[in-house]
């Protein structure tokens, strides 16, 4: 899983409470992204990270906010936990090398049920 | 915006035959083209991807897909099924003038094949 870890790999909880979800990488990649998957969706982007503390909205990013203060590290954050947010989030990272390679690498996935 | 079609939910193959994932495509601009896989319980994993150059590109796994711009199709394809090739199946794409966190990736495509 390209040295990204993700915790915690399955969460429970109630609607509207605060939950956030870690994205790790171990090699200092500049670019790092958050999805969700859901069925008949595929995957689509949350948020994203061209750096220490650059982030930018994605195409699903109302109620989810992001920080990113360490490079290793790209926290997501539901500040008001709702049932349509139940889903299996991961993050993702992409070599941002000269030339980059343009693939993105996936993390294990964090399971989440709102209830 | 870029999007992604994959026509088929389900394929089913016998193992040892020839098995095809199909991919259709639609951006302004150029295309870069992506396959991933994702087996049970796990993140997607690249298999191969279309930059430019040579229209058939071989990947992981003895996967090859062929880039046809005419179809603005992007079809993953074996010679030879396994049964461990039985997974989930993305397509995705990036517009060659857009940015790294503009990619769309389809549905999905669940793969089966039989012993």
């Known amino acids: 899983d390209a040295g990204i870890t993700q915790s915690p790999r399955h969460k429970v909880t109630e609607t509207g409470t605060p939950v956030t979800l870690r994205c790790h990488q171990t090699?200092?990649?500049?670019?790092m992204y958050w999805y969700r998957q859901d069925p008949g969706h595929g995957l689509r982007l949350i948020h994203y990270?061209?750096?220490?503390?650059?982030?930018d909205k994605g195409e699903v990013s109302d109620g989810y906010s992001v920080s990113r203060s360490k490079t290793e590290d790209f926290l997501l954050t539901l500040e008001s936990a709702t049932s349509s947010q139940t889903s299996v989030y991961f993050c993702?990272?992409?070599?941002?090398?000269?030339?980059?390679?343009?693939?993105?690498?996936f993390g294990p996935g964090t399971r989440l049920t709102v209830t | 915006a870029q999007s992604v079609a994959q026509p088929e939910d389900q394929v089913n193959v016998a193992e040892g035959n020839p098995l095809t994932v199909k991919c259709t495509y639609s951006?302004?601009?150029?295309?870069?083209l992506f396959w991933y896989v994702q087996y049970p319980n796990r993140g997607l994993q690249f298999l191969l991807k279309?930059?430019?150059?040579?229209?058939l590109v071989k990947g992981s796994y003895g996967f090859e897909a062929e880039f046809n711009k005419s179809q603005t199709s992007f079809h993953l394809k074996k010679p030879s099924a396994l049964v461990s090739d039985s997974a989930l199946y993305f397509c995705?794409?990036?517009?060659?003038?857009?940015?790294?966190?503009?990619?769309?990736f389809g549905a999905g495509t669940r793969l089966t094949v039989k012993p």
């Open positions: 993702a990272i992409s070599f941002g090398a000269n030339p980059p390679t343009y693939e993105q690498y």
């Open positions: 990270s061209y750096g220490v503390k650059d982030t």
């Open positions: 279309y930059i430019t150059g040579d229209n």
């Open positions: 090699e200092n990649h500049r670019y």
């Open positions: 951006v302004s601009g150029n295309p870069y």
């Open positions: 995705a794409v990036r517009d060659r003038g857009g940015n790294n966190n503009d990619m769309r």
